[in-house]
């Protein structure tokens, strides 16, 4: 089995790419069947294997024995190796929850990740340092033949329809300076974080399914990374 180790990341908190994590392995393994693995390398708070806890605790016995889950493993920079070659050919894809800074796990963990998605808005502060962030991976992980990446792909994380003029006007200079934006957008909803980050179900079948929903987002991640 041809395994893809994926992560949405960013160099700062707050951006949504744990919550993308979270929503993006339920998709793949719940609507689209594929074998996932959720690595959480936030350590220590490991904020999603103690969301898969608690999630758990709100069923019952019967409910608990009864579901099939894909596993979210809390793991270290001491353990990630190892955990990455136990599930390595065995899964279609290793998706690795990174820290929200740019820390010893952060670039421990890149060194793993064939595929990278990056999130950002159109604030001002954030377009600078996404931009710089974008540099760093690709001097450091993309143009380096002993890193695993492979690609990096920037979108727009909180989209609003309201101001698509000025997000335009983004994807153009960031194309005119080489850098890679995907199609796709994650439109600014609250109910990603309030009912659909769940990592015991998927987005319902006939949900999300318009122009700029994030099953699009779904889609050209799977594209993407074929």
């Known amino acids: 089995m041809e395994t893809k180790i994926i992560s949405v990341v960013g160099e700062k908190g707050g951006i949504g790419k744990t919550t993308l994590n979270i929503i993006l392995a339920s998709d793949l393994f719940y609507a689209k069947g594929k074998k996932v693995v959720l690595l959480d390398l936030d ?44 599930h390595y050919g065995r899964v279609d894809y290793i998706i690795l929850d990174l820290p929200g800074s740019l820390n010893v796990e952060m670039v421990k963990g890149l060194l793993y990740v064939e595929h990278v998605f990056v999130p950002f808005d159109h604030d001002e502060l954030e377009i600078d340092s996404t931009s710089h962030f974008y540099f760093t991976l690709k001097n450091n992980f993309l143009d380096n033949e002993e890193r695993m990446l492979k690609s990096i792909h920037l979108f727009f994380n909180k989209y609003k329809l309201v101001k ?16 890679p934006m995907m199609e796709s957008v994650v439109k600014d909803k609250t109910i990603y974080k309030e009912r659909y980050r769940n990592t015991l179900y998927p987005i319902p079948q006939h949900k999300e399914l318009g122009e700029k929903d994030i099953k699009h987002f779904f889609k050209e991640v799977a594209q993407l990374t074929r």
């Not at 069923?59 to 099939?68: A, H, K, W």
């Not at 003029?165 to 080489?178: M, T």
């Open 43 to 86: 350590d220590p708070q490991y904020s999603i294997y103690n969301k898969r806890q608690r999630e758990l605790e709100s069923l019952d016995e019967e409910e608990r024995q009864s579901i099939e889950l894909y596993p979210i493993e809390p793991v270290t920079v001491a353990t990630l190796q190892d955990t990455i070659v136990k």
């Open 164 to 179: 698509k003029s000025k997000f335009a006007v983004l994807r153009q200079q960031f194309l005119e300076a080489d850098i």
